[in-house]
């Protein structure tokens, strides 16, 4: 007989995880909190207005093709790719830049705003995409279980030229002076996790992803990436419950014995947990069977959560671009602010997606939808009515200045997102957006382990264990993962 798995929760991980699994054999049930597959990257879908909810970068366009093509599939069979040209517009204080796709284009760009940067530009993309490469081939596909995965010549050869011990903060200035580079080439990691001086500058490997790979957009948005892997896994004979959260893993000896949810107690040989790692081990567990305690939790750096707000507007915006960040303000402030003080920001950055500018059907006729995010701390509690229309009204005011057009008098349809709903609609660990932060003391084996250390037949999946937090990245966990339990398994 087939042996069997249960997935828990149906985001990019726990969609990756299930195909995998089905594709080897196992008969494979999926668990899921929501009325749709997707988790953080769910669609909303309201007065004809349709909202990513989470993700809108897709970058890394690599990773999704050979995601696909392990099932004999092409991306092209479930959505089709556009590249944005300019990948994104960035309003800096004297004004704003687009992100030209052009190389040549880009190179203009930053020899503008510093003479002498494009040879520099050239060379730090050049060590970018040395990481990049033995980033994908030797480093992300691993389940981090022990240091002899790593114990390749290659990577020991090259340990020095993937910059593990150097910041990614000096990395940048020792190339680029202009502050405007500086913040261009940080952002990545700002808004992915951590402040550039904790980043090892391993991480310009994003910036390769973002300038040589490119920003593309999923026709309908990336809500298709999430429509395809479920088709995908429906194909291979995946079940998916919804509306079923877990609340209960039941053991007898080391072993889960039973999931149990409100409605149901399923049976499996092996479980993938792809929820939130935290919401897992401490709510789902009884803390005999916990890897880790609750000191090791409080003392994990995380990454930002986010203020959202989907915004339809019953007018077409002018002068945008599809996604615009909105780094008028202090870009050290606000780091600080997110990663240090951990406090409500003064003036924060933001960034804006309007992908019905490029792709029509996402809003009504003549219409458009706004997608705000600002980063704050993870954690922060205090997200009351008060505070989110206070930042609302602060960004608002300061795209309408800055773009010179009034949106306020045309929304037609509002709604926020923040730290309470992030805990109660994901069991989000303290309402985290993206996971771990990206810091050396939390890469590979010291990430949370991808198999239970107490609990023989359970595994984790997704962007608080290998390899991070992202939409490429939750795809790699799932097959990383399936990996580890046929290894244990089979
Ligand atoms: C606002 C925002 C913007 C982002 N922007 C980008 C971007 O532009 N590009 C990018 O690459 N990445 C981005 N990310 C990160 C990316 O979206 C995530 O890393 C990725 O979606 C995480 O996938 P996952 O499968 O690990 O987790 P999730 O998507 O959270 O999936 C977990 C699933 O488990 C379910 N679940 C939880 N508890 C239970 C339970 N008890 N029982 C059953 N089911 C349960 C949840 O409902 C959810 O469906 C963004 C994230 C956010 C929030």
Known sequence: MNKSLIVIGS????????????????????????????????????????????????????????????????????????????SYRVYYENGPIDIPADYQALRHVFEKLEPGSAPKLDKFLHEAAYKYQVGIQ????????????????????????????????????????????????????????ALAEKTPALYSLMNYADIKGGTWYP????????????????????????????????????????????????????IVGSADYHHIETKLLPASARSYSETYWDSRVMAPSCLLYYVGINKKV????????????????????IYVTKTWPQNPLFYVSASSITDPSCAPEGHENLFFLIPVAA?????????????????LERMERITGQSIREHIVFKQSF???????????????????ANTLLQTAVLKPAC????VKNLFYAG????????????????????NEVLKHFS
């Open 463 to 482: 962007q608080l264990t290998v390899p991070g937090p992202g939409v490429p990245p939750s795809l790699i966990s799932g097959e990383v993962v399936a």
């Open 318 to 337: 002018s002068n945008m671009v599809h996604h615009s960040l909105f780094f008028d303000s202090s870009f050290e402030v606000h780091g600080k602010e």
């Open 418 to 436: 923040a730290y309470s709903e992030f805990v109660k609609e994901y069991n989000s660990f303290k309402g985290n957006a993206y996971g771990l």
């Open 219 to 270: 026709e309908k948005g990336m809500y298709s990436i999430v429509e395809g892997m479920y088709q995908l896994a429906l194909s291979l004979g995946v079940e998916f419950k919804f509306d079923e959260e877990v609340d209960r893993l039941e053991l007898q000896g080391n072993q889960i014995k039973f999931v149990h949810t409100k409605n149901s107690s399923y049976k499996a040989d092996a």
């Open 138 to 193: 030797k480093l992300v596909f691993k389940p981090g279980q022990s240091l002899t995965e790593f114990a390749d010549i290659d990577l020991l050869k090259g340990i020095f030229k993937l910059d593990v011990f150097n910041s990614m903060k000096s990395h940048v200035a020792s190339h680029f002076k202009d502050s405007r580079l500086q913040q261009l080439m940080e952002f990545p990691v700002l808004f992915l996790g």
């Open 11 to 86: 985001g990019f991980a726990g969609l990756s995880a299930a195909s995998f699994m089905a594709k080897a054999g196992w008969k494979v049930t999926v668990l899921e909190k929501h009325n749709q597959p997707g988790g953080r990257a769910r669609r909303l879908s309201a007065n004809g207005f349709q909202f990513d909810m989470g993700p809108s970068w897709y970058w890394m366009p690599d990773i999704f093709q050979r995601y696909f093509e392990q099932f004999g599939k092409q991306v092209s069979d479930y959505y089709k790719l556009t590249r944005l040209d300019p």
């Open 451 to 454: 198999r239970s250390k107490k």
């Open 379 to 395: 954690g922060l509690k205090g997200d009351t009515e008060e505070v989110r229309n206070h930042y609302f009204n602060l960004v």
